[in-house]
């Protein structure tokens, strides 16, 4: 099986290609990347106007399978992915049970290779059941294929255990996600701490739960010498931190979500429950500083943190209502719509930050357009627009904060390893 | 050319969620109309048909006396049917959803729902899911509209006007669904409001909403025209940062001694029920300045106010 993908502007960072180009699949590999290929083809996709990309490497999704499967699941949530350009996903581990042994990690491997759409990787918790108490056993999981290493949705509050759990994971060149919280800070708050809590009435998050852990965090990698990545970044002391100590030369990465930098804590002011999310929106300095971060490379990578919920951990009281937000179709186009039209970063820049770095940071072969590379693409239009409507979510879940915002960039083809599996 | 005017309704919302989602003009307007039916409280007949065949249902999911019966007196007063739904359940914990239970009464055909509810926003999201009008009766920490319309409603009357007044605000700030609708409609109609509390029961960023903040009560009962003493809330679960309470009284209680530095007439309110000699003394809550009563009394004029401009409001559809 060929496809032919003509006169697209390809993107790919890893060669330092940024120009109108043809690409040739031939079967599950990328064959030929060139001017005007003139081949016959099974399949030809005229791609004039449109971006040609690597397919999206989204390194924090909440798949929900096994256990949660009235969320998510691993079928629902790798359509939606496909649907948003991304070919692969690293998949978190606080699923019930929570993949925290290597029988668990086969287990959820199994559930991938019969219903997943697209890649799908996976994360192993860093202690037993998450719960901050027990190392899991790391090079079980390291064995299983376990990719990386994380305990999201709660920081490990133990320095030993953290210590313990980034020594061993270095050595089973593991990369371990840190999931930044100070729960003795951020305590039972639901939205940003300052005026937004005063004005609502709500308890407040604030910035320093979040960077004294990342501080805390690096502080432990450094000692360990061990690469860490920062989940989540939502306030400007954070990008502050990361900045300085990528300077020192330690090994953290750090990623952010696309409501961090295209929503502030103003959005939460009607008590949405879409808004509520962990780390909160937060103020309108934070958002200037992780759009900065983005730009200066302090911040690597662009993920979802897809966090599907039901309507019935949603629509109730706030305080009492689940965190989260759906991510997985719009990542792509806000971050279009707010880092691109705005000119703050280039073609490259997005898909470095999308694609290029986070395969990298996982250590996965992906998030290249490189010939003989596997054959995930996203080809789009960056001039369409679109507005985000419930009713045209693929997730299971409809709890997105960008419901009803106008957005710029629509995914017209996804491709994963040559076979077309999305197409608008 | 006729000159087509459209007259801008007098009353445009579906319900009342707080003091900080009305103009000055909606603020006027309820306080005018509590004026008026001020005075039906004083007859002997105290009731007028305005609101005969509306139903008015009381949804209370925190203990209250004093709201809730001044809400269904003045309900009452205007002729409505009064329904009282009372339980001490949240709604998460056991059974039915407030949105459901929202549902529910109208489907009965209510036409209004005064809620009480510990969370802050329960009323807000109630009233996205129902067409009727939500009346908030105090959610979480966040408003107590009405509570905030009779604290201002009193004191007009006491004083002729708000705009150029300094009013002080003593007590748990943090926590007071008082202070804030009292925040948001003193600063509407023009009036210099300060609040003074233990730094810790001073949220952050209350200086945006338009207050000042005083660290020394002296300061804040120095030039004030009148004090809004709250309660403090001792049943809340934020304990651990309230002072003892005699280290309070003694710092921030209202005592005859610190008034002496006040001005001769300043006016004392309080939103009740009153912990004598923890944040007021007996003397003052009963003295010449006090208006603690009278409060009690235009609460229910004022929320006659409220449910008879809901109850022409239009609903969306």
Known sequence: MNLLIKNGLVIDPANKIEEVMDILVSGTKISKVAKGINVSSDTVIDAKDKIVMPGIVDMHVHLREPGREDK??????????AKGGVTSVLAMPNTLPVIDCAKNVDRLKDIVKNTAAIDVFIAGAITVARSGK??????????????????????????????????????????????????????????????????????????ESEYKRVERDIKLAEKSDAPIHIAHVSCKESVEVIARAKKKGIKVTAETAPHYFALNEDAVLDYHTNMKINPPLRGKDDVEAIKDGLKKGTIDVIASDHAPHTENEKEIEFEHAASGTIGLETTLSVSVTELIETGLMSWSDLAKKMSYNPARILGIDKGTLGVGCDADIVIF?????????????????????????????????????????YKL | MTKQVKKKPRWSHKDLLGLEYLSREDIELLLDTGDSFREILDRSIKKVPALRGKTVVNLFYEPSTRTRVSFEIAAKRLSADVINIATETSSVKKGETLNDTGKNIEALKADVIVVRHNCSGAAAMLA????????????????????????????????????????????????????????????????????????????????????????????????????????????????????????????????????KKAKKNIVIMHPGPINRGIEISSKIADGANSVILEQVTNGIAVRMAVLFWLSQAKRDK
């Open chain 1, 72 to 81: 998510e699941t691993v079928a629902t949530g790798t359509k939606a992915a």
């Open chain 1, 134 to 207: 027990k190392l899991c056993e790391i090079s079980a999981l390291k064995n299983s294929g376990a990719v990386a290493i994380s305990d999201d949705g709660s920081s490990v509050d133990s320095v030993e255990i953290m210590s313990e759990a980034l020594a061993k994971a270095k050595k089973e060149k593991l990369l371990v996600i840190c999931h930044c919280e100070d729960r003795s800070l951020s305590g039972r708050g639901v939205v940003n701490k300052g005026f937004t809590s005063t004005r609502l009435g709500l308890r407040g998050i604030s910035n």
């Open chain 1, 381 to 421: 239009s960056p001039e369409k627009e679109w507005v985000v409507k419930k009713k045209n979510f693929v997730s299971k879940s409809k709890n997105s904060a960008f419901i009803g915002k106008k957005l710029k960039g629509v995914v017209e083809y996804t491709i994963h390893k040559g076979e077309v599996v």
């Open chain 2, 128 to 259: 996205r899911n129902v067409n009727i009008s939500i009346v908030n009766a105090g959610d979480g920490w966040h408003e107590h509209p009405t509570q905030g319309l009779l604290d201002i409603m009193t004191l007009r009357k006491k004083l002729g006007h708000i705009e150029g007044l300094k009013v002080s605000i003593i007590g748990d700030i943090a926590h007071s669904r008082v202070a804030r609708s009292n925040i948001w409609g003193l600063t509407k109609l023009g009036a210099k409001v300060t609040v003074c509390a233990p730094s810790m029961l001073i949220p952050p960023g209350i200086e945006k909403m338009g207050v000042s903040v005083a660290d020394d009560i002296d300061d804040a009962l120095g030039e004030a025209d009148a004090v809004n003493v709250l309660r403090m809330q001792l049943e809340r679960d934020e304990k651990a940062m309230f002072p003892q309470q005699s280290e309070y009284f003694k710092t921030f209680g209202i005592t005859e001694e610190r008034l």
